[in-house]
Each structure stands twice: as C-alpha cells, then as structure tokens.
C-alpha cells in the first residue's frame, strides 16, 4: 500500500470520452425574501379568520345572507393564504431548490434564508458542499498483464445544478460507477513498474498519474454537473498472488543497481592507484605484474566480504 508521488514528463493517456451535451443549464429561479410573504401570509389567515368569526356574528343575529357571505370570504381568504404559505423555503449554507412548474424547470434557488417561490412549483433540495467518494480495492491487470491492486479517493461537488438533477437518473452512484470506470482504465493503460528507462509507471509517475486521472474523471462527469476537485490514489500494490515475485525482482534490479555502482567506483580507485604508483616510481611493474594487480584490488574492492590478506615474504615476483 502506497501514496503515490512522482514528477516525468510523460505524453497524455488516451482520449477522453466524449461528453454528452447538457439537457438544461443551471439558472436563477424567479424568488423573493420569505419574510415579507411569512407576513402577509399570517395577515391572510386572520383576516380569514376574522371572516369567518364575522358570518358566524352575523348568523347568530338572524342574517344568514351576510352569514355566509363572511364564511365563505374568511374561508377563500384562509385557504390563499395558506397556499401562498406552501411557496416558502428555508435554503441552509450549502444547499440549493431546484425549482419545477409542472414538469418544466424553472431555475435553481441558491439564496441562503428564508425565500418565497411560486406555491405550485415542486422544489428538490440539491446540495452543493463539497463531498469524498473513495473507491473499493479494485483487482485489474497493468500495461504488462501484471495483476495489481489499486483504490482512489475523489473530492468533488455539485457544479451545475440543473444538470446533476435532469441530465443522468442519481447523480452520486454516476459519481461513484464513472470514477470505478476511470480508475480502471488508467490502471490497465500503464504498468505498475516500467521495464524501460523514462517509461511512464503507476508507481514510479504518481504524480502525472492522478493528474490524467482528474482530467478522466472530469470528462466522465461533466455531464452531471459535477466538478472534480481532487483526485489522488489511497492504494496500489501487486495482486498477493505476484507480489513475493515482483519483490524478488525489486531486489535483484536493486542488487545489480548498487553492484554497477560499486564497480564504477573501485575500476576509479584502481586506476588512480596504478597512475600513483606510476607518477611516484614506488614500484616498476610490467603488464602481467599490472593485471595480477588489478584483479587483486578488483576482488578486494567488490567482494560483499572482507578479503584475507596472503603475505609474501619473499620478492616481488615469487
């Protein structure tokens, strides 16, 4: 399990899907402040009230005419006022109406407050807070046919409001099956390692990696309204089934990496050694006296253990 780091430049993955044009954009819905409609819709209601109070006054004195003139005007009056009432929305930070007229969108409530619509709309909360979706592990093959294991987190948010309502059927599980979708590709388009020198890795080019993976993901979700903020991988190993033998294999790449480098440097130490020896005039060597030498100092300086030194008390060339 890794987070994942890592800068190269690297060409683009492949095309992103095409995006569907959007059925209806977002815009402002025709509203005003609930306080003045609280108001007079209160108003309503006693009058209301007070006419039906008035006919009942007026019958109990023997005058049914004007009787039921009051009740049934107390009566309308009560029953607007309460429709009226039914157009009033309380919009808490981060949340919007979506605002409908018998089947016909009528724009987006976004005002925070306490607002008054048209009492026959149908109004669905929307919300626009900011929200985290992270994949499952999924188990899908790299670029080499490799099995690996990989999972992402998406920080994303409703954008456009209009479209995460009427474009696709449940905006959050397109959200979530588009980002399983893009994951998957981007898995299968690159190897989990690469084999060649500046080959693009998941592991070893993380950070162009998420980038593509955001740029995927926007395209996929564009059509929902939806706006990607952030993309990163939580996730990415070998399948279990693979992995003793892709450690292995890190290991010898990194066993050979670091004897290369113990090489460059004792053919280094080798060679000044012999122009020392030579500048100086310590010693005249001739050329099989020279590569008894070098052999000596090479085994010496690249052998992973310490040499046992043989004395040679008698001359140079027994």
Same mark, same amino acid.
């Given at each position: 399990?890794?987070?994942?780091?890592?800068?190269?430049?690297?060409?683009?993955?492949?095309?992103?899907?095409?995006?569907?044009?959007?059925?209806?954009?977002?815009?402002?819905?025709?509203?005003?402040?609930?306080?003045? =409609?609280?108001?007079?819709?209160?108003?309503?209601?006693?009058?209301?009230?007070?006419?039906?109070? &008035?006919?009942?006054?007026?019958?109990?004195?023997?005058?049914?005419?004007?009787?039921?003139?009051?009740?049934?005007?107390?009566?309308?009056?009560?029953?607007? +006022?309460?429709?009226?009432?039914?157009? *009033?929305?309380?919009?808490?930070?981060? $949340?919007?109406? #979506? /605002?409908? &007229?018998?089947?016909? %969108?009528?724009?987006?409530?976004?005002?925070?407050?306490? !607002?008054? @619509?048209?009492?026959?709309?149908?109004?669905?909360?929307?919300?626009? !807070?900011? !929200?985290?979706?992270?994949?499952?592990?999924?188990?899908?093959?790299? =670029?080499?046919?490799?099995?690996?294991?990989?999972?992402?987190?998406? @920080?994303?948010?409703?954008?456009?409001?209009?479209? +995460?309502?009427?474009? #696709? $059927?449940?905006?959050?599980?397109?959200?979530?099956?588009?980002? $399983?979708?893009?994951?998957?590709?981007?898995?299968?388009? %690159?190897?989990?390692?690469?084999?060649?020198?500046?080959?693009?890795?998941?592991?070893?080019?993380?950070?162009?990696?998420?980038?593509? *993976?955001?740029?995927?993901?926007?395209?996929?979700?564009?059509?929902?309204?939806?706006?990607?903020?952030?993309? !990163?991988?939580?996730?990415?190993? %070998?399948?279990?089934?693979? +992995?003793?033998?892709?450690?292995?294999?890190?290991?010898?790449?990194?066993?050979?990496?670091?004897?290369?480098?113990?090489?460059?440097? =004792? /053919?280094?130490?080798?060679?000044? =050694? &012999?122009?020392?020896?030579?500048?100086?005039?310590?010693?005249?060597?001739?050329?099989?006296?020279?590569?008894?030498?070098?052999?000596?100092?090479?085994?010496? &300086?690249?052998?992973?253990?310490?040499?046992?030194?043989?004395?040679?008390?008698?001359?140079?060339?027994?």
């Amino acid at each position: 399990m890794s987070d994942t780091t890592g800068t190269t430049d690297t060409a683009p993955p492949a095309a992103a899907p095409v995006v569907a044009r959007p059925i209806v954009r977002e815009r402002p819905a025709h509203d005003i402040g609930g306080g003045l =409609a609280l108001l007079l819709g209160l108003v309503g209601l006693l009058i209301g009230a007070g006419g039906v109070a &008035l006919g009942v006054f007026f019958g109990n004195d023997g005058k049914p005419g004007l009787c039921a003139a009051f009740v049934a005007v107390g009566i309308l009056v009560g029953l607007g +006022a309460i429709i009226a009432m039914s157009g *009033l929305n309380t919009i808490s930070p981060g $949340e919007t109406r #979506v /605002v409908q &007229l018998f089947g016909r %969108y009528r724009g987006t409530i976004r005002n925070e407050g306490l !607002r008054w @619509v048209n009492p026959f709309t149908s109004r669905e909360k929307v919300s626009i !807070r900011v !929200r985290n979706h992270e994949t499952a592990v999924l188990k899908v093959n790299d =670029a080499y046919g490799n099995p690996i294991e990989l999972a992402a987190v998406v @920080v994303w948010r409703v954008e456009d409001t209009a479209q +995460a309502t009427f474009a #696709v $059927e449940d905006f959050q599980e397109f959200v979530a099956t588009q980002t $399983e979708a893009a994951v998957r590709h981007i898995a299968i388009e %690159y190897p989990y390692d690469a084999h060649e020198e500046g080959g693009l890795s998941l592991r070893g080019n993380a950070e162009e990696i998420t980038d593509m *993976l955001a740029v995927e993901l926007h395209a996929r979700v564009e059509t929902a309204g939806v706006h990607i903020i952030e993309s !990163r991988f939580t996730h990415l190993a %070998y399948a279990p089934e693979i +992995a003793s033998a892709m450690l292995q294999r890190q290991q010898a790449g990194a066993v050979v990496a670091a004897r290369k480098l113990i090489v460059e440097g =004792a /053919v280094g130490m080798v060679e000044q =050694a &012999l122009e020392r020896i030579s500048e100086q005039g310590i010693v005249e060597l001739d050329e099989e006296r020279k590569a008894a030498m070098v052999s000596n100092l090479m085994v010496v &300086l690249c052998g992973d253990r310490a040499a046992q030194p043989v004395l040679n008390t008698g001359t140079l060339y027994q």
